[in-house]
């Protein structure tokens, strides 16, 4: 312990390799993941310094391909359904790539639209028209629109309103109102407002509160979990700190046991970070493992946002507040 | 990918894992084609809803298919009887039991539990039981309890009667069977609060007393779990009763808290030679309660505290420091 180091080459290798694994059935049965993958393995590797990995005119091209025309949103993989989750994967990895333009201004127009019309009237967002309501959505749909730089007082008031009652005495957030707490959730809702330059409608005692629910997330083990009494698992490396670093309190969990708790998570020999020590590795936990390390300064790596889970070089662009 | 162990695939392993894959690729490339082509020309016969069974068996997690399988079942629904709908509940939680944590799955079950005939009650009824088994089976599911609610709020409009005692009493249950049960506990917050609001506690003193032994019970049974503590702070804290207490019972009620906190803790020191930290972290919340809320001139060992925590519980040492200078 302590004495691990970030597998840059390896990581790097691994998330390049992603595509070719065309042999394996895996990667045909997760075809409903692919643009929200082909997002965390772009910022993965954006965050090793090593975007180039990725044919870019290539990448560029299967996000285009991936637009539902009859939603106006993006899907996950040609002739899937739009919905708001890969619908912001697509926005993100276009705006990776300073290829925002290329959507044109129609698609945009329906985007927008699309992104609108999942607006209930209680501030809430549906993921599609088929109606779950979660507080993902909420941050989905927002960070949508500040990228678009189309936020409007219209959207975020209501949102914002529905955001608080989502908020939970112990410090955490859920999926809906009087949802149980929980750390995905609590980046959702922080993010969200983050987003839309909204983080004083808590109050400093909220403030705290929440900062002291998400530090209870540490496990003596290093790992934080997502839930009081849950196992620890590297997802939440993101979730967890990436609130308390949009809440200014990164500091209130020990950098070095969980930094050694990531590092434990690599595979060593075919790159890739897994969920706990030992297990099969993913490129979800990858950039969220990459991603929790950013923001505690590990040596090497590009400085992550917090709010858009994405380089600050890119994130400066987006829109942040609306005029009233 | 959660909770799958690493395997060393060595090359003789992949080969096989690839030659025993080929053939599945195939026929999976080819079913899904042909389900996609038949979403894209909007054909919903029973055919193309019997190819969605296939797509599904083998993939439950690929949402776009169970669209096109709710917008096929939407157009033949004239020709669907109950039994349709049973055998079509059946599917879904065959699923479910494969993959609990597949959002998609719960929601077509919600579907189809609303575009059931008529979507009499005694199904809603049926299902409550069924989530209960569900939960049975992992405690902790969020999407089970976050369907419960739902499920609950259901039964709840269509027979024009509250619930809240029977699912206060089921929240007992499963804290009794497991007392870090955090779901459980929370569970029980909500339910108090709609009571109270909707004024279903006709005597409030033993209601309020009896929450409070059973905390008392709950915190010499496993001082070491967050959850019990989380709800003491509740409780006494944040929920509706501590305004409907008078100020004296409610001072003695924080009062006997810190004494069985502190006899917990004392316990614990001379057993292990350690504080407890929650036993700690608690009685700070309790002593701003006396300081801030009630306005008693206590002697505050807030600052002891935060001390000891500083050191039993280093991961969290920014915290600490921070409130040390802002008691």
């Known amino acids: ?324 | 990918m959660h909770g799958i162990k690493r395997k060393e695939w060595t090359k003789e392993l992949l080969r096989k894992k690839r030659e025993e894959e080929r053939q599945k690729i195939l026929d999976y490339q080819q079913l899904t084609n042909d389900v996609l082509n038949s979403k894209r020309e909007r054909i919903t016969d029973k055919n193309a809803f019997l190819k969605t069974t296939k797509l599904l068996d083998i993939n439950p997690e690929f949402n776009a298919v169970w669209n096109y399988r709710r917008e096929i079942i939407k157009t033949l629904s004239l020709q669907l009887d109950e039994n349709f709908w049973d055998s079509e509940l059946n599917f879904t939680m065959e699923k479910l039991k494969v993959r609990p944590k597949v959002y998609w799955i719960w929601n077509h079950r919600l579907w189809c539990l609303q575009s059931y005939p008529n979507s009499p009650l005694k199904i809603w009824l049926k299902e409550l039981a069924i989530v209960s088994k569900l939960l049975e089976m992992d405690s902790r599911n969020f999407h089970g309890w976050h369907y419960r609610r739902f499920i609950v709020k259901t039964v709840e409009s269509l027979s024009g009667r509250s619930l809240n005692s029977d699912e206060f009493e089921y929240t007992t249950k499963k804290i009794n069977q497991n007392i870090s049960n955090f779901s459980a506990w929370f569970q029980r917050t909500t339910i108090i609060e709609s009571m109270l609001s909707k004024d279903q506690i006709s005597d409030m003193d033993s209601f309020i007393n009896n929450e409070f032994e059973y905390i008392k019970n709950a915190i010499f049974t496993d001082a070491e779990d967050q959850s019990v503590w989380t709800y003491l702070i509740w409780f006494i804290k944040e929920s509706a009763m501590k305004n409907i207490m008078e100020p004296e019972l409610y001072s003695n009620m924080v009062k006997a808290l810190i004494e069985n906190i502190v006899l917990i803790n004392d316990d614990e020191l001379s057993f292990s030679g350690k504080d407890n930290g929650w036993c700690l972290k608690t009685l700070i919340v309790l002593e701003s309660i006396q300081k801030e809320y009630l306005k008693e001139d206590i002697q505050s060992k807030s600052q002891e505290y935060l001390d000891k925590l500083i050191t039993i519980d280093p991961l969290r040492k920014n915290r600490y420091l921070h409130q040390l200078k802002n008691l």
């Open chain 1, 1 to 324: 312990m302590g004495q691990k180091e970030l597998l840059k080459e390896k990581h790097i290798n691994y998330v390049g390799s992603l595509d070719s694994k065309k042999a394996d059935l895996e990667y045909w049965l997760s075809e409903h993941l692919r643009l929200n993958g082909v997002y965390w393995g772009l910022t993965a590797l954006h965050l090793l310094d090593s975007i180039d990995t990725f044919n870019k005119e290539e990448v560029i091209e299967f996000v285009l391909s991936c637009w539902d025309e009859n939603t106006g949103g993006f899907a996950a993989y040609p002739r899937h359904d739009g919905h708001l989750l890969t619908t912001l994967s697509g926005l993100q990895i276009l705006a990776t790539f300073d290829a925002l333009d290329r959507l044109g201004s129609e698609k945009e127009d329906r985007l927008v639209n699309f992104v609108l019309c999942n607006q209930k009237p209680d501030g809430s967002f549906q993921g599609d028209s088929f109606g779950e309501v979660d507080t993902r959505f909420v941050y989905t749909a927002l960070s949508c629109l500040s990228i678009l730089n189309k936020l409007t007082k219209e959207v975020v008031d209501p949102a914002v309103e529905y955001i608080a009652r989502c908020y939970n005495f112990d410090g955490g957030f859920g999926l809906n109102p009087e949802a149980e707490s929980h750390a995905a959730q609590a980046f959702t809702c922080i993010g969200a407002l983050a987003i839309v330059g909204k983080l004083d409608t808590l109050t400093n005692d909220q403030k705290e509160n929440i900062a002291v629910w998400l530090s209870e997330r540490q496990l003596p083990e290093g790992g934080l979990n997502g839930r009081p009494s849950k196992l620890p698992d590297v997802c939440y490396s993101w979730w967890v700190l990436s609130t308390l670093a949009i809440l200014g309190k990164a500091d209130w969990i020990d950098f070095s046991k969980l930094t050694d708790f990531i590092l434990n998570c690599q595979d060593p020999k075919n790159g890739g970070i897994s969920d706990r020590p030992d297990n099969e590795v993913d490129v979800f936990h990858t950039v969220f493992g990459i991603g929790g390390l950013s923001i505690m300064g590990y040596p090497g790596l590009k400085e992550i946002d917090p709010v858009y889970c994405m380089p600050y070089t890119v994130t400066k662009k987006f829109q942040r507040s609306y005029a009233d």
